[in-house]
């Protein structure tokens, strides 16, 4: 994990040599509140690594763009520290190659500092392999950690987020809501973990996770996961795997409205609360046409 001593304190931008000449280090400096949210997008194989640091009472929000515009690997490591008090928004959209054969593997490591906020908020759809890795460390008292996400698949796609919360001190908060499609023979998972270390009490923690599959073919696999090795914590998880409610769905063709139209609207508004959690009006705009984009394949089974 990066300690304050570490490299970042260099110039803000610079590549990072020892990761194979490849990478990028970017510094938001004590009390800046970046009003833009800060793009960063790539495409095409190959190892890099990204480095973020939003100093003391900074804010930045962050837009990570994996496109998937070449059918090869791509192998990510990205590096947040959220100082003391500093608040930082990581939005990450994995795309995926019109043939699906990409493998893109995303290792995102988060230390959250006394009083600092991170929220964290993965879409993807699906290839022959994605996998969205996230490991978070809330290191001070009063640090919290927010994630949520939407994995929306069809064909034999395949996308995986899994996620590790460790609580090491006391009065800390995260919480974790995601909610899957998975249409055709394609599959999704999420593998949820929250650590509560010893010592850690006042920790709260919650972790929802939920998934509709659309068709008999398709997967979905959901693990949430609590270690606490302390008391006086407040933690919850829970998971559920199923179809489209049948009683809304018969209100909604009662009134006339098509199946898959039907279906699609209620798709949407079971994703709705998962893609709400971006404060940001452009961000979350941005969220929902990505969204968008995979519904549309996803429900093409649907008149």
Not at 220 to 245: M, R
Request: charged share 20%.
């Amino acid at each position: 994990m990066i300690r304050q001593s570490g490299p970042y304190m260099r110039p803000s931008m610079r590549p990072l040599r020892h990761y194979g000449g490849t990478g990028l280090a970017i510094r938001i400096p004590s009390g800046t509140a970046l009003q833009a949210p800060l793009k960063i997008a790539y495409s095409g194989g190959g190892h890099a690594r990204m480095l973020f640091v939003v100093e003391a009472g900074a804010s930045a929000t962050i837009m990570e763009i994996n496109r998937g515009e070449a059918s090869n690997s791509c192998n990510i490591g990205v590096e947040i520290v959220v100082n003391r008090g500093a608040q930082c928004t990581h939005v990450n959209f994995e795309e995926a190659a019109d043939s699906a054969t990409r493998v893109t593997v995303e290792e995102i490591s988060v230390e959250v500092m006394e009083g600092g906020q991170y929220r964290g908020h993965y879409f993807g759809l699906g290839s022959k392999l994605a996998r969205v890795e996230v490991g978070i460390v809330l290191s001070g008292a009063g640090a919290q950690a927010h994630l949520s996400g939407t994995g929306v698949l069809h064909g034999e796609r395949h996308y995986d987020v899994s996620t590790h919360v460790n609580h090491a001190v006391r009065d800390t908060r995260s919480t974790q809501l995601f909610k899957n499609i998975a249409a055709g023979h394609s599959r999704v998972i999420y593998q949820g973990k929250v650590t509560v270390r010893e010592g850690a009490i006042g920790s709260d923690s919650s972790q929802t996770a939920k998934a509709l599959l659309i068709g008999d073919r398709a997967e979905a696999d959901l693990k949430p996961e609590l270690e606490i090795l302390t008391d006086d914590v407040k933690c919850s998880h829970g998971a559920a795997v199923g179809d489209l409610d049948a009683d809304s769905l018969f209100y909604l063709r009662s009134r006339g409205i098509p199946e898959g139209h039907a279906r699609t609207m209620l798709v949407r508004a079971f994703l709705e609360e998962a893609v709400e959690k971006i404060e940001n009006e452009d961000v979350r705009t941005a969220a929902w046409q990505f969204v968008e984009r995979g519904l549309a394949e996803a429900m093409k089974i649907y008149p």
